[in-house]
């Protein structure tokens, strides 16, 4: 079965969730015990995550600032034994010295907010095998923020970005086909809804225009609950089927790439699609 963008949806990655922070929007603190982030891991690749995304530093506007060496020290245990069990594992972390310490550790993808915006380690991730996850964010900061943008201007704004990520990254010998682009969503593209669902409707113009795979982290964002009808304070749990929603959409328009904190109900649902349209 194949999407809008010519894309067979039976290739969807899926990236499950576990926060090692203190103040994660939806499930901060819940996981900073090692053992208890190993169990929920574990539980996630059960119900189908294929890979599991650590993050050891907050990104939403309301976090506080995690230093290099405490993200390291709340990502070492729980890596190694999620990758001395096979687990492929993702690394959300902008910062090159965690970065460099995760990918001598065997993770099997960097997930960097910030798009790589460090070029003197362009060598090292060319040298690796870990593929990289650019995210394209309006500040290009180490957080997201709440300001109006004009959606039109902020989709523009993708394609500069990536042009020139892409570009880059690629001249400094990264294959390409490594390469996945995330246009981020909710805060980091607007306060308001608009931005984030104009970008869901075009995504399919990034494959078309960098050849590269499209992730999209749209799961329990508040502009997906607000899209449902309720508000900034609807408890981040309660926008699960909202979610869902956004997401099968989004790999309609192309995503590959799906990172979600219930990797069991974008499995069960992508696996009903494809049995009504094969049957």
Same mark, same amino acid.
């Given at each position: 079965?194949?999407?809008?963008?010519?894309?067979?949806?039976?290739?969807?990655?899926?990236?499950?969730?576990?926060?090692?922070?203190?103040?994660?929007?939806?499930?901060?603190?819940?996981?900073?015990?090692?053992?208890?982030?190993?169990?929920?891991?574990?539980?996630?690749?059960?119900?189908?995550?294929?890979?599991?995304?650590?993050?050891?530093?907050?990104?939403?506007?309301?976090?506080?600032?995690?230093?290099?060496?405490?993200?390291?020290?709340?990502?070492?245990?729980?890596?190694?034994?999620?990758?001395? *069990?096979?687990?492929?594992?993702?690394?959300?972390?902008?910062?090159?010295?965690?970065?460099?310490?995760?990918?001598?550790?065997?993770?099997?993808?960097?997930?960097?907010?910030?798009?790589?915006?460090?070029?003197?380690?362009?060598?090292?991730?060319?040298?690796?095998?870990?593929?990289?996850?650019?995210?394209?964010?309006?500040?290009?900061?180490?957080r997201a923020t709440r300001e109006a943008t004009d959606p039109?201007?902020?989709?523009?704004?993708?394609?500069?970005?990536?042009?020139?990520?892409?570009?880059?990254?690629?001249?400094?010998?990264?294959?390409?086909?490594?390469?996945?682009?995330?246009?981020?969503?909710?805060?980091?593209?607007?306060?308001?809804?608009?931005?984030?669902?104009?970008v869901l409707r075009r995504l399919s113009e990034l494959h078309?225009?960098?050849?590269?795979?499209?992730?999209?982290?749209?799961? *329990?964002?508040?502009?997906?609950?607000?899209?449902?009808?309720?508000?900034?304070?609807?408890?981040?749990?309660?926008?699960?089927?909202?979610?869902?929603?956004?997401?099968?959409?989004?790999?309609?328009?192309?995503?590959?790439?799906?990172?979600?904190?219930?990797?069991?109900?974008?499995?069960?649902?992508?696996?009903?699609?494809?049995?009504?349209?094969?049957?």
């Open positions: 079965m194949t999407n809008a963008a010519g894309i067979d949806e039976r290739e969807v990655t899926i990236l499950g969730i576990v926060n090692l922070t203190e103040d994660s929007f939806s499930d901060g603190g819940r996981y900073l015990d090692p053992a208890a982030a190993i169990e929920h891991a574990l539980r996630l690749v059960e119900e189908g995550a294929d890979v599991v995304d650590l993050g050891a530093a907050s990104s939403n506007p309301d976090s506080k600032t995690v230093s290099a060496e405490e993200e390291i020290r709340r990502l070492a245990p729980v890596l190694g034994d999620l990758v001395a *069990r096979g687990v492929a594992v993702s690394v959300d972390s902008w910062r090159t010295p965690v970065q460099r310490f995760v990918l001598t550790e065997g993770a099997a993808y960097l997930n960097d907010i910030r798009g790589f915006a460090d070029p003197e380690f362009y060598r090292e991730l060319a040298a690796s095998d870990s593929r990289l996850i650019a995210m394209h964010s309006i500040r290009r900061g180490e039109a201007a902020v989709f523009e704004g993708i394609f500069q970005f990536f042009d020139e990520r892409v570009s880059a990254l690629t001249a400094a010998g990264v294959d390409r086909e490594r390469v996945i682009l995330d246009p981020g969503m909710g805060f980091f593209l607007g306060a308001e809804p608009a931005p984030s669902v104009l078309a225009r960098y050849g590269c795979e499209v992730l999209v982290s749209v799961s *329990r964002k508040s502009f997906v609950g607000r899209l449902a009808g309720g508000s900034a304070t609807t408890p981040a749990i309660r926008r699960d089927a909202a979610s869902l929603s956004a997401e099968l959409f989004a790999v309609e328009r192309g995503a590959t790439f799906v990172r979600t904190h219930e990797p069991r109900l974008l499995r069960d649902a992508l696996s009903v699609r494809r049995a009504l349209n094969e049957s």
